[in-house]
């Protein structure tokens, strides 16, 4: 009987020394530092409740995905060319392109792996005459240009002739 | 909808369903403002909120002889456009995606020589789309062929299955150099979408035509193959045209003149 309770005793000490151990790491090391999430750039409310937008950002946009793929309604309000034009970080213009940046900041964070951006620009849209300059696309995106009446630098056709 | 509703609320000729046909008629009429002026336009005009339908059938009319030697024009415009590299300028230009690529054929007993764009031909009856096995490819309802790149896993039986090898598989990762209007990327097969993007917001035209019309060529026409009054129907009306492999009888939404 001894024996038994002699063992349940080690048992117990281990436990507790096990407890408190844990309890002193812990408090030592604090949680994970909470994401710094960046403000939108454009616009002062989402188009939902942040707390919403929080948890059911992807419900609402696989469900704009289906709509937008399949049947081509193009509609703004759910839609992630939006939430990337209003959300691109002033520095970076991407919401994916630097650790601090929108969608990473939150995603490390919780470690989930966002994979929208393999196939998805992280940059919001510009004119026609921003897009990068390539000797064969020089041509037509010159033609565009001058249809919009926005020009182009001639340093910067010189650099798509090189 | 509304006939669905009808149907399960009341019987076929309940007083109810009466006066709902007829406000529905009343309501029909008052869109037309006078006969042949319509407030609004089926074809064209998609509010936002509306989805595809399939009184649109997109097509274009390729006119073979006016498509000029050497001119690579549509081919920059849809990479310009769609955002994908130039074979020219890939590091692997044998597995380089293309969405559109210039021919030039050339008759062996006469040598007349023959130039023109090929890609997707936006069949009704697409063979892509019977062999997916995730349903991945799939036909708008307004007649374009698409790959919803959700469900895409890469496999390349449509590549296989396209008579006019119209896909190609993206092989490496692109990097975010995409079109914020046309997400694409690796492990995903891909072809010309009718500028999909474009036909959505309005344009009713798309990249190719568009260079092809700057150029001054105007082999090229786009537009609703259902519409008697568009460009293309009444074009497609005038000119003896062909399907490519017209043998397929796959119904093709790109047809030929002067091949």
Redesign the interface.
């Known amino acids: 009987m001894s024996k038994m309770q002699g063992r349940w005793g080690r048992m117990m000490g281990l436990l507790v020394s096990a407890v408190l151990a844990w309890g002193g790491l812990s408090s030592a090391h604090a949680a994970a530092p909470k994401p710094i999430i960046e403000k939108a750039a454009k616009g002062e409310q989402c188009v939902e409740a942040t707390d919403y937008m929080r948890r059911n950002h992807m419900k609402v946009l696989n469900h704009h995905r289906d709509k937008t793929v399949i049947e081509g309604i193009r509609t703004k309000q759910h839609s992630l060319k939006e939430c990337i034009n209003c959300h691109a970080s002033e520095k970076t213009g991407s919401v994916a392109a630097a650790k601090e940046n929108f969608c990473v900041s939150c995603h490390t964070y919780a470690a989930v792996k966002i994979d929208c951006f393999d196939c998805h620009s992280t940059k919001p849209q510009t004119s026609p005459a921003m897009r990068p300059l390539t000797v064969d696309g020089a041509h037509y995106t010159h033609k565009v240009a001058a249809q919009t009446g926005i020009g182009i630098a001639v340093e910067e056709m010189a650099g798509a002739a090189k | 909808m509304s006939e669905i509703r009808s149907k399960s609320a009341q019987t076929v000729d309940s007083p109810e369903r009466r006066r709902f046909v007829g406000a529905a008629t009343a309501t029909a009429a008052g869109l037309a403002i006078a006969p042949g002026v319509m407030l609004y336009q089926v074809a064209h005009g998609?509010a936002?909120?509306?989805?595809?339908t399939s009184a649109v059938r997109w097509g274009m009319l390729v006119d073979a002889t006016k498509c000029a030697t050497g001119c690579?024009?549509c081919?920059?415009?849809c990479?310009?456009e769609n955002g994908w590299t130039?074979v020219?300028?890939s590091k692997h230009p044998k597995q380089a995606p293309q969405w559109i690529r210039k021919l030039e054929l050339q008759d062996p007993l006469t040598q007349m020589e023959t130039n023109l764009p090929m890609m997707c031909q936006h069949c009704a009856e697409p063979p892509c789309v019977d062999v997916c096995p995730t349903g991945a490819s799939?036909k708008?309802?307004?007649g374009i062929v698409?790959v919803?790149?959700?469900t895409c896993i890469g496999c390349r039986y449509c590549m296989m299955a396209c008579p006019y090898k119209a896909r190609s598989l993206v092989h490496e990762?692109?990097n975010?150099t995409?079109?914020?209007?046309v997400?694409?990327?690796?492990g995903?097969v891909e072809a010309c979408t009718f500028c999909?993007q474009k036909v959505?917001?309005g344009d009713g035209t798309t990249?190719c035509v568009?260079?092809c019309t700057?150029a001054g060529h105007n082999a090229l026409v786009f537009g609703d193959m259902n519409d008697p009054e568009s460009e293309i129907s009444k074009r497609l009306r005038e000119l003896p045209t062909k399907q490519v492999r017209a043998d397929l009888n796959l119904n093709l939404g790109v047809r030929y003149h002067g091949i």
């Open positions: 998609k936002d909120e509306q989805g595809v690579n024009d081919v920059s415009a990479s310009t130039p020219a300028e799939f708008r309802a307004d698409l919803n790149r959700h990762p692109l975010d995409q079109k914020p209007d997400p694409r990327g690796i995903c999909v959505d917001r990249a568009e260079a700057a």
